[in-house]
C-alpha cells in the first residue's frame, strides 16, 4: 500500500489506490512537515463530494476554516450532515472551543449530536454508501496542520453501509443538539457568539502556521 505524501484520495486515482479483498483503499499521511495539507486536502475532497449523506465522529472538533466552509456548503446544498461528538472530552479547554462552532453549523442545517455516556475516541467518516474514512487523524486544525497522522480511505458499499449502521447505532446513546434550545440555554454562545469563533479560527490558524514555519522550515 503507498503512503502517499501529495495525491489527494480519489477513487479515480489509481496510482495510489490499493486492492485488499476486492475492496480499493488508499492511505494518505501528513505532518507538519510535508510540503502538502494531504490531509486537510482529503477530508475536504470528501465532504465536497458527498451528494446524499456524510456522518462524521470525531473525539475533538476544532476545523480549519475551510473545513467549516465545506461543512456549511455540504450541509446548505441539501446533504444530511451529522457531526457526533461527546458530551464532555478529556480536555476542559476542547469542549467550550468546539461548541462555539455549533451556532454557525446548525443554521447552515447540519446536525450534531453528541454522546451522552461515552468519550467518543473514533475519527471516521462515511458518505453516500461508498466512502469510508478511519484514522488516526482528528476533525481538527492540529491534525491537519501539526500532528503526524494517517487516514485510510475505503471505496467499497457493503464497508461503507456498515460503517453508516454502527454510526446510527451511536445515536441511541447521544442527544441531539437543536439551534433554539441551544442559542437560549449555551454559555459559550451567551459569553462569545458566532464573531468569537470568526476570530478564534483565524487567530489560531496563523499562530500555528507560524510555528509550524519556524520549527519545520520547508527547504526551497
Not at 466552509?69 to 472551543?97: C, F, H, N
Not at 451522552?116 to 491534525?143: C, E, P, W
Request: charged share 20%; net charge negative; hydrophobic share 40%.
Amino acid at each position: 500500500v503507498n503512503i502517499t505524501e501529495w495525491a489527494i484520495p480519489s477513487p479515480h486515482n489509481n496510482s495510489f489506490s490499493h486492492s485488499i479483498n476486492n475492496v480499493l483503499l488508499q492511505i494518505a499521511s501528513g505532518g507538519a512537515n510535508t510540503e502538502w495539507r494531504n490531509l486537510l486536502q482529503g477530508t475536504l475532497s470528501a465532504i465536497l463530494s458527498a451528494q446524499k449523506y456524510l456522518y462524521i465522529h470525531t473525539p475533538y472538533f476544532l476545523p480549519t476554516e475551510s473545513i467549516l466552509e465545506a461543512l456549511q456548503t455540504a450541509a446548505l446544498s441539501g446533504v444530511d450532515v451529522r457531526l457526533m461528538v461527546s458530551r464532555k472530552s478529556d480536555s476542559p479547554y476542547i469542549d467550550p472551543a468546539a461548541q462555539s462552532y455549533y451556532s454557525v453549523l446548525l443554521r447552515a442545517g447540519l446536525r450534531i449530536y453528541e454522546h451522552q455516556t461515552a468519550f467518543i475516541h473514533a475519527k471516521t467518516m462515511v458518505a453516500d454508501d461508498y466512502l469510508s474514512v478511519i484514522g488516526s487523524a482528528n476533525m481538527d486544525f492540529r491534525s491537519f496542520e501539526m500532528n503526524f497522522e494517517i487516514n485510510c480511505y475505503l471505496y467499497d458499499s457493503d464497508l461503507a453501509i456498515q460503517n453508516k449502521n454502527i454510526f446510527l447505532k451511536d445515536l441511541e446513546a447521544c442527544k441531539e443538539i437543536e439551534l433554539n434550545t441551544w442559542k437560549k440555554t449555551s454559555l459559550v454562545e451567551k459569553n462569545y457568539g458566532v464573531n468569537h469563533t470568526t476570530f478564534r479560527t483565524a487567530h489560531v490558524e496563523r499562530t500555528f502556521t507560524n510555528l509550524k514555519c519556524l520549527i519545520y522550515p520547508i527547504e526551497t
